[in-house]
T-cell receptor, first 114, second 115 residues
Framework: DTAVSQTPKYLVTQMGNDKSIKCEQN?????MYWYKQDSKKFLKIMFS???????INETVPNRFSPKSPDKAHLNLHINSLELGDSAVYFC?????????????FGPGTRLTVL | DQQVKQNSPSLSVQEGRISILNCDYT??????FLWYKKYPAEGPTFLIS?????DKNEDGRFTVFLNKSAKHLSLHIVPSQPGDSAVYFC??????????????FGKGTLLTVNP
């Protein structure tokens, strides 16, 4: 009964391809996030949705497009993949958007672009 | 522009001793600080947090200390156990605007507790 799940866990693909990563949470939370952990190990926020509305959109190439079909799901679609997109992508969720609200993370998706 | 810095990439301690993990921040608008723990192939899990109105928060073996004037916080684990071996991330949030709940993470410190 994973609280925040991501699929796939590993993704290996060629440059130029389009791929999607899916995230689902069964915690009943209303806020979901995408983070990227690059080779330098920094975890950086990419996007956040609250009640299916985009509330954080960091400086991310527009090849990255998040989609939230409902409050329990936040998917990440990446077009025209580049070598620099190789990273571990973490989905997270929280109840509310106060900074004291604990964020629960998924196990991560390791994306390798060849 | 690293707003949250964990200058020690790794730390090794003996079981039963104290582990002290350090974190510095540069943004004076940060007012909430968190520590997350991460095992390999898993996502980070929340460990403990502290608001800027406090200087200490304790939860079992884990204590976080905040020194606002020095823009420094530390996580103390006493006594350390082998199961504490993991990467520990410091994170901070706060500031003006609508995204003061956005977490800014450090690079993490790998703690190894030796039996």
């Amino acid at each position: 009964d994973t609280a925040v799940s991501q699929t796939p866990k590993y993704l290996v693909t060629q440059m130029g391809n389009d791929k999607s990563i899916k995230c689902e949470q069964n915690l009943g939370h209303d806020t979901m996030y995408w983070y990227k952990q690059d080779s330098k190990k920094f975890l950086k926020i990419m996007f956040s949705y609250n009640n299916k509305e985009l509330i954080i959109n960091e400086t991310v190439p527009n090849r990255f497009s998040p989609k939230s079909p409902d409050k329990a799901h936040l998917n990440l679609h990446i077009n025209s993949l580049e070598l620099g997109d190789s990273a571990v992508y973490f989905c997270a969720s929280s109840q509310g958007i106060r900074n004291s609200n604990e964020q629960f993370f998924g196990p991560g998706t390791r994306l390798t672009v060849l | 522009d690293q707003q949250v810095k964990q200058n020690s990439p790794s730390l090794s301690v003996q079981e039963g001793r104290i582990s002290i993990l350090n974190c510095d921040y540069t943004n004076s608008m940060f007012d909430y600080f968190l520590w997350y723990k991460k095992y390999p192939a898993e996502g980070p899990t929340f460990l403990i947090s502290i608001s800027s109105i406090k200087d200490k928060n304790e939860d079992g073996r884990f204590t976080v200390f905040l020194n606002k004037s020095a823009k420094h916080l530390s996580l103390h684990i006493v006594p350390s156990q082998p199961g504490d071996s993991a990467v520990y991330f410091c994170a901070a949030s706060g500031g003006s605007g609508g995204s003061n709940y956005k977490l800014t993470f450090g690079k993490g410190t790998l703690l190894t507790v030796n039996p």
